[in-house]
């Protein structure tokens, strides 16, 4: 594979998450493990053509899949994307439905987050400041590319939610049945592990940011079973292709 070497503004970033290490339909063009101040990020950017339009792909566990939520450097992840000149990213999650409406296979395009995480790095400004930065965070979600998002998954008849609140756990560990009821009584509609700190981090950054999320599971003590790796699988199969026709679709709505 060819280093990339044109060095005009790209456009959409995708960052890939379980069950989307690569992007079908994606023509690369080239590919580069680029160094940043915060380390390497998860894996080589992947710099394609989906359409006419300029994407580059991150695959957030790393290609093979083999960072788990918890050591991802997001970090590095997000500064390796803007540094490629990316102003717009998607970050696709699977995630556990709580919603009655969210169940395996269902797309949601998460509105708020809350953050359950800890001792994630999980901002840039920290170290050696000149002034304490606290970011504005009320909306954590790119309103426009939300709504380009919802707009083409409703070109394509996909029923997909256009609201839900992303809880983000610590991982690696899947919740107890009373993780979730406390979080559904915070007002969660979907729990995934790597929702956070990367939405804080590209708002830190300045990048327009929004999360496509992928129910993969019911989420803990919402059947009657335990959850397992088999049904995660089966819901990854019947729905991805969902995540994928949205994002093939996506830069021609942002960019015409
Ligand atoms: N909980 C947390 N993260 C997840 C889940 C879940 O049930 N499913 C997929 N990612």
């Known amino acids: 594979m060819t280093a ?47 359409g006419e339009h300029r994407v580059v ?48 296979a269902h797309v949601v395009v998460p509105h708020q987050v809350i953050d359950y995480t800890w001792g994630r790095a999980h901002t840039y400004f920290e170290g050696d400041l000149d002034h304490v930065t606290h970011i504005d965070f009320t909306y954590p979600y790119h309103e426009g590319l939300r709504q380009a998002m919802l707009t083409v998954a409703d070109q394509l008849g996909l029923n997909c939610s256009n609201f839900g609140v992303y809880g983000a756990t610590q991982g690696p560990r899947l919740e107890t049945a009373a993780e979730i009821v406390r979080m559904e009584r915070d007002g969660c ?29 019911w989420a803990a003590g919402k059947t009657d079973h335990i959850i397992t790796m088999e049904e995660i ?24």
């Open 4 to 50: 990339q070497t044109d060095k005009a503004p790209q456009r959409l970033g995708i960052i890939g998450g379980t069950g989307l290490t690569e992007l079908e339909g994606l023509q690369i063009v080239g590919e580069e493990m680029p160094d940043t101040p915060w380390g390497a990020p998860s894996a080589p950017l992947v710099f394609g053509e989906l």
């Open 57 to 104: 792909f991150l695959a957030r566990h790393g290609h093979p899949h083999r960072i788990p939520p918890h050591q991802v450097n997001y970090r590095a992840n997000l500064w390796a994307l803007k540094q490629a000149g990316v102003r717009q990213i998607v970050g696709v999650n699977a995630v556990g439905g709580i919603h009655p409406a969210m169940g395996p």
């Open 189 to 217: 509609d979907i729990v995934g592990m790597t929702g956070m700190p990367e939405a804080a981090l590209a708002a830190e950054l300045e990048l327009e940011y929004a999360c496509l999320g992928l129910v993969v599971n």
């Open 233 to 256: 699988q089966q819901a990854i199969d019947a729905g991805m292709s969902s995540v994928r026709s949205i994002l093939a679709r996506l830069p021609g709505q942002l960019y015409g």
